[in-house]
């Protein structure tokens, strides 16, 4: 079965260059790439700047995802949250979030959803359970290895199967390129060479990041090339296509 997934740092629908708040070019971004599943990292809900939106719900009912579910993750001066997201064409069976917050660091997390997807295969139909990690991870990188520590520790990842479909992406601030080698790879994650996202004017990081493990492969990653997305945020998406079997 192909998959399209995309990853998206959505700075609060707030531009990264005009500061403007306009969730449209962000709807329009998305859109454009008509994911199956969309994971999104710092999405408000009643903040001011952001005139008090549900976000997950306000981009769900402008993209058409029935399916979506948010946790909240640091509390914003003045009222309201933000926190990570996913929106999705199929049904979430169920969902959670892993606190990875180290010591007296910003609250970060991991934002775990589960799916039943039908393959058709040579012997005919069956079914798969896919797991999908959305991550934003922290600015240090002591941080950052601690944190994916927890993670890779974490249930219900420790418990899976080495052939059970799982994705983890996410923004994860990986300023030195070097998660994947030394933390995802040996923890059985592949990954393709990511293209830079930040800033989404002049990408010259790529922290932004996709990475699978059991039967699911990747086949292509790419970063936006539209205008609108540019302005729309700070981070340019990835977009991931993947073949689960």
Known sequence: MK???LTYNVHKCIGGLD????PDRVRETI???DPDIVLLQEVDHGAKRSNGHRQVDVLGEMLGY???TWFPNVRVRGGGVYGNAI???FPLTHTRNIDLTIG???KRSVLHARYRIRL???RGRSTRTLHVFNMH??????ERHRQLEKFFESEPLRGMHAQTPVVVAGDLNDVYGTLGRKQFVPNGFTGLKTPATFPAYAPVRALDSVYVRGNIRLAKVMRSRLVVAKSASDHLPLIADAEVH
């Not at 500061?19 to 306009?22: G, L």
């Open 3 to 5: 998959l399209r997934m």
């Open 120 to 122: 058709q295969g040579r």
């Open 87 to 89: 929106l999705s064409r």
């Open 31 to 33: 859109a454009h790439y």
């Open 104 to 106: 007296w660091k910003k």
């Open 137 to 142: 991870l922290g600015l240090s990188g002591l």
């Open 19 to 22: 500061r403007r708040y306009d």
């Open 66 to 68: 029935r399916h979506r």
